[in-house]
């Protein structure tokens, strides 16, 4: 099965930046879309941002302007830079894959922003 690694998790500063890396492996066919989800205690897990196999991307509204996803086919890989990073972006991220038949979703790696 489809197999989803996150990586670039921290402890930054307010208005620091971080690179997060998602690395997709396994029986991958179909892929629609991969995206950057997050979530909280006591909250649903989010949309941060998406790209699509049609280089269309999609971002939340708290996060446009700063967040930028990006991907490498060729490495099956998806990536989030973010920048100007505020307390309110302290979550775990996770990593989406979705194809025409399924979706997969990656472990999830800790973001924490210090005031």
């Known amino acids: 099965q489809v197999q989803l690694v996150e990586s670039g998790g921290g402890l930054v500063q307010a208005g620091g930046s971080l690179r997060l890396s998602c690395a997709a492996s396994g029986s991958i066919s179909s892929i629609n879309s991969m995206g950057w989800y997050r979530q909280t205690p006591g909250k649903q897990r989010e949309l941060v941002a998406r790209i699509t196999s049609g280089c269309r991307t999609s971002y939340a509204d708290s996060v446009k302007g700063r967040f930028t996803i990006s991907r490498d086919n060729a490495k099956n890989t998806v990536y989030l830079q973010m920048n100007s990073l505020k307390p309110e972006d302290t979550a775990i991220y996770y990593c989406?894959?979705?194809?025409?038949?399924?979706?997969?979703w990656g472990q999830g790696t800790q973001v924490t922003v210090s005031s």
């Open positions: 989406h894959l979705g194809t025409t038949w399924s979706e997969s």
